[in-house]
């Protein structure tokens, strides 16, 4: 499936549901199970690979990783690539386009802090113009993870600027139902909420606006868990 095609399925009646996998075969498994794409996650990728979430993983493993997943599928995947892990944009679109993906999400939040909304919308601007058509950009807003004052205020205002740089979707992670709403009517267009095994559901973040909803780690973590509390069984 294209890029255009994929960016399509955010325009839909119904949210674009998508399971975070993080090897070829957790992906498999969403695809098998009926779901229209795949997306992975940079922190349980970077746990596989033998590294934690943060920007700590090698470029070079994490695209060679991205690679494999799409490789193992017939559904378009996008993958999360953290903030870019200091490529120059030009370079990121280019290696990622290799991988065979056709979306990914960039964070704007680096060593605990949020980076400048210009200079981030700009990286956006340049990863869209170096892929064209050919990526679907999640932008993600960190406001929510840091835990801002003001981060509905915020995350409206760098939502609007990345929407205007070029990205396809607004990710304010971790937003609450409410505040989610609240930035979901702010930005208008597509919106990524963040789901959870353990909640919030599907049906209550497409009631507060999301489009696309995304799992993160949160499944990576219960098959982990899952797996510890199996293992004394054994």
Not at 115 to 124: F, I, N, P, S, T
Not at 183 to 207: C, D, K, R
């Amino acid at each position: 499936m294209s890029a255009e095609l994929f960016r399509a399925l955010h325009h839909g009646g119904t949210p674009l549901v998508l399971p975070n996998a993080w090897d070829p075969v957790s992906a498999r498994i969403v695809a098998d199970a009926g779901f229209p794409a795949v997306a992975t996650s940079s922190g349980a990728v970077a746990r596989v690979l033998g590294y934690d979430d943060g920007q700590l993983t090698p470029p070079e493993a994490m695209f060679a990783a991205v690679a494999q997943i799409a490789r193992a599928v017939d559904v378009p995947v996008t993958a999360d690539m953290e903030a870019g892990y200091g490529l120059p944009p030009k370079e990121f679109a280019e290696r990622l386009l290799e991988t065979g993906a056709v979306g990914c999400n960039l964070e704007d939040s680096a060593g605990g802090a949020l980076v400048d909304v210009a200079r981030q919308a700009d990286y956006l601007a340049e990863v869209r113009a170096a892929a064209g058509a050919e990526l679907v950009i999640n932008a993600r807003v960190d406001t929510f993870v840091l835990r801002l004052d003001d981060a509905v205020t915020e995350a409206v205002r760098r939502g609007r600027e990345y929407r205007r740089a070029g990205a396809d979707c607004v990710y304010p992670i971790l937003a609450p139902l409410e505040q989610l709403k609240q930035v979901a009517e702010g930005v208008g267009g597509p919106i990524n909420g963040h789901a959870a095994p353990s909640g919030p559901t599907q049906a209550e973040l497409a009631a507060a606006g999301a489009t696309r909803i995304s799992y993160g780690t949160s499944l990576h973590n219960y098959a982990m868990d899952s797996l510890r509390e199996l293992l004394p069984r054994l």
